[in-house]
């Protein structure tokens, strides 16, 4: 095993795993084997490519990402991979993202692009309805997958390039290190069914019904929560969705996340809440992402 692990300098819990370039280099032939178009048409391609990026790494990787991402004291990892070399391209990195998907679990359909991925672009000019592309607004803490009947356990997310970029970082809060959890969660607000809708870019035509707040199977709270998408049915509703957001927003427990272009954050989605600092303003800004969500393996 030729990775390293080790705790972010920024969180213990955040485990940053490092792929040497050598090792990498290693992947490009079984990577080539795949095309892009493959990888979207034939879903038993992804599995075959992520069982090469594990041999890599002698099966070891598989083991230590779901070690990760299911304890809940930990439960985020970034992947950073040694790219300065050209031969590592943008199609390295989606492949490179989905090995890292299939070794835990199966991605969901991602209705916002029709694929099992999305990449999209922060530009300085946006049109969009969703605050995920407004570079220079605050993207509030939230959790992904509110809005769908699917369940939505991990989440992927990798920078695939950026330019003109200053500002930007991610930001993420742990549960259980929010100041306000047992406040919040034991509200019996919180645990009442939200409906919560979506805008026309996500290409769902359906809404769903769930709690801001239920337990996992030891009892815990997790959360399911985006500011844009609840739509409350009536004042109390309201109230606690605004004393939800100021208390989440007011954390002193969040955590920024420097992310290197090519690396990947992958985190559990119950108790993981992730967001984004607002860029400062460059008319030449540009990221591009690419993400993945889905389901661990049963």
Not at 112 to 129: I, L, P, W
Not at 155 to 166: A, C, D, P, R
């Amino acid at each position: 095993m030729s990775f390293s692990t080790t705790n972010h300098l920024n969180s213990e819990r955040v485990r940053v795993i490092k792929f040497e370039e050598n090792d990498l280099d290693r992947l490009v032939f079984p990577f080539k084997k795949h095309t892009i178009l493959s990888l979207e048409y034939k879903p038993f391609t992804r599995f075959s490519l992520a069982k090469s990026l594990d041999e890599v790494f002698d099966n070891k990787l598989s083991k230590i990402l779901n070690e990760i991402l299911n304890d809940r004291k930990t439960g985020t990892a970034i992947i950073e991979p040694e790219i300065n070399n050209k031969k590592f391209d943008k199609d390295f990195l989606v492949k490179l993202s989905t090995g890292l998907a299939y070794l835990v679990g199966n991605p969901n359909f991602d209705s916002m692009t029709g694929k099992y991925y999305a990449r999209f672009y922060v530009k300085h000019q946006d049109s969009s309805d969703s605050y995920l592309r407004k570079a220079y607004t605050n993207l509030d803490l939230h959790t992904d997958g509110t809005y769908v009947k699917e369940k939505t356990d991990w989440l992927i997310m990798t920078k695939m390039e950026e330019q003109g970029v200053s500002g930007g970082e991610s930001v993420i809060l742990h549960l259980d290190d929010w100041e306000h959890l047992n406040e919040m969660s034991n509200n019996p607000v919180g645990q009442q069914n939200f409906v919560w809708g979506s805008p026309k870019s996500k290409n769902i035509e359906y809404k769903v019904e769930h709690p801001v707040f239920s337990k996992d199977k030891n009892g815990k709270p997790i959360i399911s929560y985006i500011d844009q998408f609840p739509e409350p049915k009536n004042m109390e509703q309201g109230l606690f969705l605004q004393r939800l957001s100021d208390c989440l927003e007011e954390s002193k427990k969040k955590i920024q996340i420097p992310l290197p272009v090519g690396s990947t954050i992958f985190s559990n989605n119950y108790f993981w809440l992730h967001g984004r600092k607002p860029f400062k303003e460059n008319s030449n800004l540009s990221r591009e992402l690419l993400r993945i969500r889905g389901t661990f393996f049963v």
